[in-house]
């Protein structure tokens, strides 16, 4: 079993197969050609060419908020394709570790279900400051209805610790938050 980190311009045909057969079993939606990930970072975990578990870092950048401008990594796409074997812990932890090492904020959501999934690998939640992640789309402002907690490591910008700090204020997303 190894674990690779690999941009998604370096996916091989068989790893990018395997991840969108993954994305579409568990969340009805995925990518559809290989461009769609090439911004991507790739964490995949291996058994020789099948893929036991997969998660991504995705470049979120500008996030408004507060008068100021963030980037952060939107944590996104993470299946273990066998559940409950520890496979989903050991992306998390090399997730934790990057974003630990780079000094970045990591931010992802997920359901209730998840969350102890979550805060077994290190991660914190929050289920506040969902309402708060929004965009706009032709200059409307669309709202979060999404139900999920927000899951999430500060980096050196304490990007959260500030949105927690200010718990009225929009988060002004580049894109809408389904990462
Ligand atoms: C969420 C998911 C990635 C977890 O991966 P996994 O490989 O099954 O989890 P692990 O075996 O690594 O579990 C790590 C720890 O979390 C615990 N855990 C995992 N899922 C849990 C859950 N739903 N509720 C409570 N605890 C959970 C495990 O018991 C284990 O605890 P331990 O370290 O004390 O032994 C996996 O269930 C999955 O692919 N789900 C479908 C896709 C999905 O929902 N992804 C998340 C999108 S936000």
């Not at 969340?27 to 790739?42: C, Q, R, S, V, Y």
């Not at 998840?114 to 032709?138: A, H, L, M, R, W």
Request: some cysteine; charged content about 25%.
């Amino acid at each position: 079993m190894k674990l690779l980190i690999k941009s998604g311009q370096k996916l091989t045909d068989p790893e990018f197969l395997q991840i969108k057969e993954s994305h579409f079993r568990e969340f009805k939606d995925g990518p559809n050609k290989k461009e769609d990930l090439i911004n991507h970072i790739f964490f995949l975990l291996k058994n020789k060419k099948k893929i036991l578990a997969l998660g991504a870092l995705i470049p979120i950048s500008f996030i408004s908020f507060n008068a100021e401008k963030f980037s952060v990594l939107g944590i996104g796409g993470i299946v273990a394709n066998i559940k409950r074997k520890g496979y989903g812990k050991k992306i998390m932890t090399a997730i934790r570790k990057y974003l630990t090492i780079k000094n970045i904020t990591g931010v992802g959501f997920c359901g209730e279900y998840n969350v102890p999934f979550y805060k077994k690998c290190g991660f914190k939640t929050d289920k506040n400051s969902i309402k708060q992640f929004i965009y706009y789309k032709n200059d409307k402002r669309i709202p979060n209805t999404m139900n999920d907690h927000v899951v999430y490591l500060d980096g050196k910008d304490d990007f959260m610790q500030k949105v927690l700090f200010h718990p009225e204020t929009d988060i002004v997303l580049p894109r809408p938050p389904n990462w």
